[in-house]
């Protein structure tokens, strides 16, 4: 397309009096040029696109490297490790010692009730109880769990938006500098129309004006460029001494975008939200475990009495005790009843914890997807229609400025108006694939 302008300019200007193209040919060539080298530096850049890191690519490393999704690992695996010991017994009690010993004579056969002693005991909860213990303990890892999944969601949503900022921020620097050297030579040009009489020093010194803008453009993005190359080695949990990724050129991949199918989505497969409905399950079960406070515990304990013969020989039988002993849990009004309400209030905050989640997805999805919506029809406006004619007229004012038929501040701004509009796309483009990410964030899709 370029190069066909190209020649649509250079005729229209070999179509001017023969009294004024002998004027102009040196400027003819400068203009032309200044479409063809950028054409020539589109095609450098291009050229440079295998150094770039693709995003599948540092998801993957992330995965695997980030301490935030290690640390959330590791925090699943040892809630997991919770549930059996949850309904476990409490460990058996050993005892030894004599039993009923004289004080006036310290052998063991002088009195019948003298014995040594060996017992064992175990107390046993009411039914019921260890059930409810375990399944508290595995609502809590399957919260945990959830918690894992959403950090890695997390994390991975993080990487994406530091990919597209700093993407826009090189994106951006290649735009200026491109911007920046057209300037330079429509600078050139006006300086040679000065030269011979045919432009004024004020186009000069606006053409250096604007030149100076983009210098001061590209030292705000310079500014910039580090703190999003950090977020993006944070996220990958890479040293601080690796290779800074360089994110592949901006582009669009369309996907449809469905708000009640996403909020159903978002309801079903959400980490965050399903963490908290086990934890509205996991604070039920602690409710009913709370009320089993108010039934008793028992302790069973066995044990062997071994006698001595008598002082005379005679035979004593050993003996064997059993006994069993429950707990009186008559302490109802300042101990169990006030646990019941906590646990009760735990469940009914939780509950409502999930119904403002859910609220805030819902309206968050809403906002991500109209911001979706309105940056792709921005990327196909500027790409269909806004900026072929605003290139368009760029030209035809560089073809009328040479013939002095426009002044040099229409074609000014005209350039900056395409410089407007390509970072206006590109921004639109960034925007998109946030707001992508964002979503899929939102819906709880796998992350990849």
Not at 41 to 47: G, I, P, Q
């Amino acid at each position: 397309m370029i190069p066909g302008r190209i020649v649509a300019v250079v005729l229209a200007v070999t179509a001017l009096p023969a009294n004024v193209q002998g004027q102009e040919d040196s400027l003819n060539k400068a203009g032309t040029a200044i479409f063809a080298q950028s054409v020539t530096k589109a095609t450098l850049t291009a050229s440079n696109s295998h150094n770039v890191t693709l995003l599948s690519s540092l998801i993957a490393e992330a995965l695997e490297n980030n301490p935030e999704i290690q640390a959330a690992y590791q925090e699943r695996e040892a809630a997991q490790q919770r549930i059996a010991p949850a309904e476990a017994l409490d460990d058996p009690m050993l005892e030894a010692g004599v039993i009923n010993a004289p004080l006036a004579s310290s052998p063991f056969n002088r009195e019948d009730m003298t014995m040594k002693m060996i017992g064992l005991s175990q107390r046993l909860p009411f039914p019921g109880k260890r059930n409810l213990r375990k399944e508290v303990a595995a609502k809590d890892a399957e919260a945990i769990e959830q918690g894992y999944h959403e950090t890695v969601n997390r994390v991975v949503h993080d990487l994406k938006t530091a990919y597209f900022d700093l993407g826009l921020t090189l994106e951006m620097i290649k735009l200026v500098e491109k911007n920046k050297q057209t300037l330079e030579r429509f600078l050139r040009i006006a300086e040679e129309r000065y030269q011979v009489g045919q432009g004024s020093q004020a186009d000069v010194l606006k053409a250096q004006t604007q030149v100076s803008r983009m210098l001061d453009r590209l030292l705000v993005l310079a500014r910039e460029q580090p703190v999003l190359e950090a977020e993006l080695i944070r996220t990958l949990g890479r040293n601080t001494k690796g290779e800074i990724p360089i994110p592949v050129p901006l582009q669009i991949q369309e996907v449809p975008l469905n708000l009640e199918a996403l909020q159903q989505e978002a309801l079903t497969q959400r980490p965050q939200l399903l963490a908290l409905q086990s934890l509205i399950a996991r604070n039920e079960k602690s409710v009913d475990l709370a009320r089993r406070a108010y039934y008793p515990d028992f302790d069973v304990r066995l044990s062997y009495g071994q006698r001595d013969n008598m002082m005379d020989g005679t035979r004593r039988d050993d003996m064997v005790s059993m006994t069993v002993a429950v707990n009186l849990p008559v302490w109802r009004g300042n101990k169990i009843e006030p646990r019941i309400m906590e646990s009760q209030a735990m469940r009914d905050q939780t509950v409502s914890l999930y119904q403002a989640q859910s609220n805030e997805v819902t309206a968050r999805l809403r906002q991500q997807i109209a911001t979706a919506e309105q940056s792709l029809k921005s990327v196909k406006l500027y790409q269909t229609a806004i900026l072929p004619q605003a290139k368009l007229t760029v030209e035809s004012a560089l073809a009328a400025y040479q013939v002095n038929r426009v002044d040099f501040l229409t074609l000014l701004d005209n350039q900056m108006t395409v410089f407007d509009f390509e970072a206006n796309l590109i921004t639109a483009m960034a925007n998109y694939n946030k707001a992508v990410a964002e979503i899929d964030l939102l819906a709880g899709k796998k992350q990849h």
